[in-house]
Every structure is written in C-alpha cells, then in structure tokens.
C-alpha cells in the first residue's frame, strides 16, 4: 500500500469503486435487532441480548456523537476505496449471515494473499480485513499491547461465520493517518470462547431468560457499567431485572 500511494500522487478511481461507494451511502443501514452483531462479540451478554431485543436504551445521541460516526463510516470507504483500487481487496462490506446462529454482520474487506507472499504457508489464502480508527490519545498505547483483545474477539467471531483463514486489524491514527497493521492467525482458545458465547446468546432466546447483571454493574461502577448505553445512562438494565422484556416468538434455528 505505501508503494501504491508513492506511485499514485494524483489518485483516482475506477467507475466500480465510485459505484460501490454510491451503493454504501444510499443503502438504509440494516436493522441491528433480530441478530447478534460480531462487533457487540465479548461484551456483556445481557447487553447483546438487549441489542437482540431491539430494546431502547431511551439515551439521546448528540451531534458531536452523531459526526464521529459520519467520521468513522468516511474512513472506511477511503481505505476501502484504496485497498480496492491498489488491488489489495477483492471485496469490501463483505456480509456475514449466519442463521444458524441469529449472526448478522459485515467484513470491512476481503481478500487474497498473492503468490509472490514472503511467508509461503500464506499465499493463496483468503483473508479478512478490519479497520478501526483511534483516538491519538491511545493510539500508541493500543500498539504497545498488540491491539485490542476487544477487536481480537470480534474477528474470531468473524473467523466462525466467513471461513477466511487469516484476518488483518489495521488501526489507524485520526490525527496522523499513521497506521499498523496484524495479520491474525485463527487462535483455538479465542475460536471456542466465541463459539461458546453464541451457543449461550441463542439459548437465553430460545429460553426467554435473561443473562445474569454484571457483579459491577450490580453495584454502579466499573467501565461496563459507565460506557453501557443500558447502565448508567438509562438504568433500563437494572430495571429490568431478571424479567424477559418483551413477548416474542421465537422460531427454530435454521441450518
């Protein structure tokens, strides 16, 4: 990608890219309720199962919130844009739908490690692609640690539903543009813990039972509790105690 920017200073797009980027900002985005995102994987399970629900954390969004979204969603169509153009991504907003597993979500990209790989074991391997833009406040800080185990988690989740047999997270700093880069291999531990954190998201469906309260949120305190939008914003999960919220119908899973 460095040698593709350095030898493209006037930098434009075929007619395919400017359409798939007309077709991203002219879809109406997708109802987040009926599924389980890959991007909610490893957070509080009585959380996804309140996203599930469709349940209204009764929180406003301001303007500022509402722009850094609009910030976060242009950032990925340029990377995207680009990675498609350099020929780096076969695919972008690559969707996810796993029935079997009430699992919706979309892959920022995908694609194919070429043949001339340094690492041999890798090449001609499919491979997916997310992208996260970070404050430059603990940008460096998240280097240091080798990312996130946040966004490590939401690519196994990615790994179960796609079928990829490598990942790239790739962070990028809002203020700088300067990025890193890792190449994920899939981890079994992190494999299973997804896998067994679906199984129990689709049996609190299917039983109408509520995941247990967080020990902190019990009490008010810790970082779940402040940042949830069910926490300390609303109290709509300390409301609703262990009674299911709504009446539903829930159909079998499918294949």
């Not at 890959?38 to 301001?62: H, K, P, T, W």
């Not at 498609?84 to 490690?113: F, H, I, N, Y």
């Not at 020990?215 to 409301?239: D, F, I, L, R």
Request: a negative charge.
């Amino acid at each position: 990608l460095q040698a593709f920017l350095m030898n493209n200073p006037q930098l434009y797009f075929d007619e395919s890219i400017g359409d798939f980027i007309r077709d991203v900002i002219t879809t109406q985005p997708r109802v987040r309720s009926g599924s389980f995102s890959a991007s909610s994987a490893g957070m509080c399970q009585r959380r996804q199962v309140f996203s599930y629900l469709g349940i209204d954390s009764g929180g406003v969004n301001g303007f500022q919130l509402q722009n850094i979204f609009e910030d976060g969603k242009w950032r990925h169509l340029r990377w995207q844009a680009i990675l498609l153009q350099a020929g780096l991504l076969d695919k972008a907003e690559v969707p996810l739908d796993w029935p079997k597993m009430r699992s919706k979500g979309s892959m920022d990209g995908q694609g194919t490690v070429p043949d001339d790989h340094p690492r041999k074991e890798w090449r001609g391997m499919e491979y997916g692609f997310e992208l996260k833009g970070v404050s430059p406040y603990v940008y460096d800080s998240y280097i240091q640690q080798g990312g996130k185990i946040e966004h490590k988690k939401q690519v196994h989740r990615y790994f179960l539903a796609s079928g990829v047999d490598l990942f790239v997270i790739l962070y990028e700093n809002k203020a700088t543009q300067v990025w890193h880069e890792w190449v994920i291999e899939p981890d079994s531990l992190l494999l299973k813990e997804q896998q067994d954190e679906l199984d129990e998201l689709n049996e609190s469906v299917v039983n109408e039972q509520l995941p247990p309260i967080l020990s902190g949120c019990q009490v008010a305190k810790g970082t779940e509790y402040n940042q949830c939008p069910y926490g300390k914003n609303s109290g709509v999960c300390s409301a609703m105690k262990d009674q299911w919220p709504v009446p539903v119908t829930i159909k079998k899973k499918g294949k």
